[in-house]
């Protein structure tokens, strides 16, 4: 009989390489990985409007491979309730064995990991102490409270000063990431720090610098959020929503407006 078998665990706690191993023994096993199915779609690694795409994908090629007796091994992180019910469901409708295997390390390892220059993609610290916090509140304590002095190293010319004279870490290409991620949901800056772990006032610095990478990311996630609510408000005006349909016209109006001050 068929197996799914859910992995669970933190960012680079080993889900892929365990994965990947079994796989390899087993010539009757498949790997079903969301991060797979994100680098095949081209493009950058995170983008919030094709997650949706990424999920559907995933559960479609789960259900084939069970549906033809291969054991399937989910490589995700696989830690809330309603992601474990999700699959479950997918096993039970499949009539298949649901097995579940957690994969743990602990915080700094995790840290160090991430920052190897092999990973296809880097989670960032401050994503990997989230999730920490929120799954593992107690483990995460005990590792900071053993290892107190064990931070990511940050060179001298990755740091600023802010008006009060204390120093600031300069967002590195993950938490860039992030704030794009972050920004397309519509956070506020404030949260974004806090997610971080940077101060809000020297974040807001960096953001006054319309040259700066951390504006031009805050903004790429904002307009990336801009396409998704237009795009719905579009199909509502064609479906003859009163409200909608002045709207478009309104966005109408001042794109033609900025279109002629372009030319005159």
Not at 30 to 49: K, M, N
Not at 189 to 194: N, T
Request: proline share 3%; charged share 30%; with cysteine.
């Amino acid at each position: 009989m068929a197996k799914l078998i859910v992995l669970q665990g933190p960012p680079a706690s080993g889900k892929s390489t365990w994965a990947r191993s079994f796989a390899l023994d087993d010539k009757g096993t498949v790997i079903v990985s969301r991060d797979a199915i994100r680098h095949s779609l081209g493009g950058e690694y995170w983008q919030t409007v094709r997650e949706g795409l990424v999920s559907q994908i995933e559960d479609a090629m789960m259900r084939l491979c069970l549906g033809n007796k291969y054991d399937v091994i989910n490589d995700g992180m696989n830690l809330s309730p309603a992601r474990l019910k999700h699959l479950k469901a997918i096993a039970d409708e499949a009539d298949v064995i649901f097995e579940t295997k957690e994969l743990y390390c602990d915080f700094w390892t995790a840290v160090d990991r991430d920052n190897n220059a092999d990973r296809l993609h880097h989670v960032g610290e401050s994503e990997i102490r989230r999730i920490y916090q929120r799954y593992w509140p107690e483990k995460l304590a005990a590792e900071l409270a053993e290892h107190p002095t064990a931070p990511v190293v940050i060179d001298a010319d990755r740091l600023m000063t802010l008006p009060d004279g204390k120093t600031m870490r300069i967002p590195n290409a993950s938490d860039l990431g992030h704030i794009k991620k972050m920004a397309s949901l519509r956070f506020s800056i404030g949260e974004i720090a806090r997610m971080l772990g940077l101060p809000v006032d020297g974040l807001r610095m960096l953001m006054n610098d319309k040259e700066s990478d951390v504006w031009k990311m805050y903004d790429a996630g904002r307009l990336e959020s801009n396409v998704v609510i237009r795009e719905k408000v579009r199909k509502a005006a064609e479906s003859g929503d009163l409200d909608c349909i002045k709207i478009l016209k309104g966005w109408e109006r001042k794109q033609e407006a900025e279109e002629l001050g372009c030319y005159m």
